[in-house]
């Protein structure tokens, strides 16, 4: 993915604008302007009308602390998701 792009994180939806990218071994990892790094296989082309500047703050603004437990739970499995083999045995 290229500086300036726009990328959309498949597990959640977020938008966001690509601002730096690298490779760490055979995984390219992208930072969004959300200050978040995501693995780019876990990201998708978007287009300029899905994006909507945001912080966390504003995502989470007016949650209550189960709701972002939730949040962060499901965030955690998709992360573990990748290192998930096909037999199951990792």
Known sequence: MQNGE???YKN???VGKVVSSHFEGEVEWVELDN???YDASYLEPASADEYRVSSVKDRVEGLDLEQIEKLKEELF???RHQYVTGGGGG
Do not use: S
Request: charged share 35%; no cysteine.
């Open 6 to 8: 726009y990328a959309r």
């Open 12 to 14: 959640t939806g977020t």
């Open 77 to 79: 499995k998709a992360e």
């Open 35 to 37: 200050k978040l790094v």
